[in-house]
């Protein structure tokens, strides 16, 4: 089954490429090819992206900074990640709008509800910027927020890895890849797909999760239509 509206995740660390921080414009003109494939399909997309190739704010704080303030840096940090994304996608001809949590009128839209769907409907890739638009919640918490505000199907969440695994892929080569989990088990073992708050959310308004590999040319458009990618996180 295809899902009619997707909220896709996209983490800071992504934009990098094969850099080890800012934004590559290679990165960027592949998400936004890929992005085209499912817009092409009739689906409508909604984007939250990260500032960790930026700014990370747990960084900061851990650092001494003051956590309010190094979260208000990360989300700005999220609002110039949002506008490159956008340049790419206007740039191969698809209508975007970003619309921030932190009100910047001269840089982009304010958040609303009725207007991001109103959006959506006529076909404009929507990026949530600024996350929740407060301190002490993730990206990962405004991905599952924005999705049940806009009544997405799904929060498609894209990593580096082709799923989720019982131990780190990268440091360990016998780690076993789950095809599908509940989210009473990923907060029970711990296993760190996003942050308990954004699953405890997705659990308790039973929005699934999709956990899959965007660096693999076609994913996002395979698991938008339904093809078996990644990992699955629902209530069964």
Same mark, same amino acid.
């Given at each position: 089954m295809t899902f009619k509206r997707i909220l896709l995740k996209i983490s800071g660390e992504a934009l990098m490429g094969d850099g080890s921080y800012g934004i590559s414009t290679d990165m960027i003109r592949f998400l936004s090819n890929e992005i085209k494939k499912v817009t092409d399909q009739g689906i409508e997309l909604a984007l939250v992206v990260g500032a960790g190739n930026i700014f990370r704010g747990v960084a900061g704080a851990a650092s001494g900074m003051d956590r309010s303030s190094a979260d208000n840096m990360g989300m700005l940090g999220t609002v110039m990640n949002s506008l490159a994304i956008q340049d790419g996608l206007e740039n191969i001809g698809i209508p975007c709008k970003v619309m921030s949590a932190i009100t910047m009128l001269n840089v982009c839209e304010p958040y609303e509800r009725v207007k991001a769907v109103e959006h959506l409907e006529r076909k404009? @890739? @929507?990026?949530?910027?600024?996350?929740?638009? /407060? &301190?002490?919640?993730?990206?990962d918490t405004a991905a599952v927020l924005r999705a049940l505000e806009i009544k997405a199907n799904v929060v498609m969440k894209a990593t580096r890895v082709d799923g989720v695994y019982d131990s780190d892929p990268e440091k360990n080569a016998q780690a076993k890849r789950y095809t599908s989990l509940t989210y009473s088990r990923v907060l029970k073992e711990d296993l760190r797909v996003m942050d308990a708050a954004g699953i405890s959310l997705a659990k308790? /308004?039973?929005? &699934?999760?999709?956990?899959? /590999?965007?660096?693999?040319?076609? /994913?996002?458009?395979?698991a938008a239509i339904g093809e078996s990618v990644g990992t699955l996180i629902s209530a069964e």
């Open positions: 404009r @890739v @929507v990026i949530f910027a600024a996350g929740t638009g /407060n &301190p002490y919640f993730t990206t308790d /308004n039973s929005l &699934p999760i999709l956990v899959f /590999n965007m660096k693999t040319e076609g /994913n996002i458009v395979r």
